[in-house]
């Protein structure tokens, strides 16, 4: 039988898990999916805005503007800069009992990031992220299927039975869910549901993201008809741990905030000749610079050195780092460490309004997945995470506000078809590896029109294939991703096809 729910949300990162326990506390039935890897929220390592001395709302929004590029949505940066510092306040520290770091004197510790103006940055040593999601997490009191993937949004246009609901407006009544345990398929109806799937970073070759940052909300909205945008602003993360052939490992830019320098090839300074906030500049820039450095040298990396500061504080501001480096024989407290930029985080979207909703009725989305116009063609650092929290609670806000006057109903709709072919995981891992290159080595750091062209020729082609294979072939959480990170690729590079305008993260040379 199909199960019934108030709201479904799909994915269970801070925007996610805020919204939940916002709505099962007014007595909503909520149903979670979480596909059973820890989500981008819990990979966060610098921190959360917060308010630091001498800050103020419109302090923080000229950072964010400026940031932008000129593409920001005025109306979101106003929402996030007015709710955001009294919600990580109330919400996270009050009600959840986060616990972020303190300085001696019992005051909130307080760090700087590029492109801020003054340190707001709130963090719990080098692993925020999993500080918030533990916090939450532990108060969450709603169905949570682990191990559970949604495969597609039912809408009435395209799954109920009844014929004439081909002429009603767009409209989101649930999801197909994969069970990995089970191998079957479920329904599960909803009267609201909200993506909170998180990134996509993993359709590039280098990525900070886990695996399932892969575009799986964007691609299922996509398929239900939602409106997509700025999918071409893709933010690179400046530094990650060089160390094939293991995956990238964040080097969290509060690194730099704290005073790290990055150096070229032959350990010079090089930040100075790209802007006047020097290894501070905005992410796109920082990141663009040491491909700069790389391609112009021969390098396959650049040099993060943060020996000025001591071995002691290091391994107590960094703990995690600081390990994890020392576990690959790389020692920043001794000599620089070999970096290279990562696709890091999507600025485009599944569009939204202030309160996450898109342009298909009873569906929102909110966090990553989602593109209110607030970080316009380049993320400010740590907005991320306070994004995720505010879009949820206005989301959560405006589906109570209207609940006691809702009458909805769901429709008989059409049983998943089943197929039984057996998977071949080395298919699913070849093309993989070519949609990771392709995007990678034409669709990076920097575009061109002859790559952006090979590469959606290349991507289209490998999506039919794809396409067919999923047709044929017994569902696995791997083919669903793989079905969904070829379409998001595409989308990628469709709208950095279509955006002749160098902007932000978004840089063509033709």
């Known amino acids: 039988m199909p199960r019934q729910c108030d709201v479904l949300i799909i994915g269970c990162g801070i925007a996610g898990a ?297 391994g107590n501001r960094f703990p995690a780092i600081f390990r994890h480096c020392l576990e690959r024989g790389f020692d920043l407290s001794a000599k620089p460490v070999p970096v290279v930029p990562a696709a890091h985080y999507s600025c485009g979207g599944v569009a939204v309004d202030l309160t996450g909703k898109t342009t298909i009725l009873r569906l929102r989305a909110i966090g990553e997945v989602a593109c209110s116009g607030l970080h316009g063609a380049n993320r400010l650092a740590s907005t991320s995470l306070l994004e995720g929290l505010v879009w949820a609670k206005t989301a959560s806000d405006d589906i109570l506000a209207t609940w006691k006057k809702r009458k909805d109903s769901f429709p008989p709709v059409e049983e998943w078809q089943m197929s039984h072919e057996v998977v071949d995981r080395a298919l699913i891992q070849q093309d993989w590896m070519t949609i990771q290159q392709t995007m990678w080595n034409y669709v990076g750091l920097v575009r061109d029109l002859n790559r952006l062209r090979r590469a959606q020729k290349m991507l289209r082609e490998l999506q039919c294939e794809i396409d067919q294979f999923y047709e044929r072939a017994a569902l696995t959480e791997e083919l669903i991703g793989l079905r969904n990170g070829v379409l998001t690729a595409l989308l990628i590079t469709q709208g950095a096809l279509r955006n002749k305008t160098s902007r932000g993260c978004h840089f063509r040379i033709s």
């Open 18 to 314: 805020t919204a939940a326990l916002s709505l099962a506390e007014k007595g909503l039935d909520v149903v979670v999916l979480s596909a059973g890897e820890a989500s981008n929220s819990a990979w966060a390592q610098g921190g959360i805005v917060y308010s630091g001395e001498g800050d103020s709302p419109e302090l923080l929004a000229q950072d964010i503007l400026d940031a932008g590029a000129g593409l920001c949505n005025p109306a979101a940066v106003e929402q996030l800069v007015c709710l955001g510092p009294p919600l990580v306040q109330e919400f996270l520290i009050k009600k959840n009992g986060v616990a972020f770091d303190r300085n001696e004197d019992g005051k909130l510790s307080l760090t700087e990031e590029a492109a801020h103006s003054v340190p707001r940055i709130l963090h719990h040593k080098d692993k925020t992220g999993a500080a918030i999601m533990s916090a939450l997490l532990k108060n969450l009191r709603v169905e949570l299927r682990t191990h559970s993937t949604a495969i597609d949004l039912i809408t009435l246009s395209h799954h109920s039975k009844r014929p004439v609901d081909l002429y009603a407006p767009s409209t989101c009544v649930g999801a197909y869910v994969f069970n990995a345990n089970t191998g079957a398929v479920d329904i599960v109806f909803a009267k609201e549901t909200i993506l909170a799937t998180g990134g996509l970073s993993e359709v590039f070759l280098h990525s900070t993201n886990p695996r399932q940052a892969r575009g799986d909300g964007i691609a299922m909205a996509y398929r239900a008809g939602a409106r997509i945008m700025n999918l071409e602003y893709v933010q690179f993360h400046p530094t990650t741990l060089h160390a094939p052939p293991e995956r990238s490992f964040l080097l969290s830019e509060a690194l730099r905030g704290e005073g790290a320098r990055l150096l070229d090839i032959n350990l010079k300074p090089f930040m100075q000749k790209y802007h006047e906030k020097k290894d501070l500049a905005p992410r796109d820039i920082v990141s663009r610079a040491i491909f700069g450095e790389m391609v112009e040298s021969g390098a396959d990396h650049a040099w993060l050195d943060i020996t000025a500061k001591s071995r002691e504080w290091i």
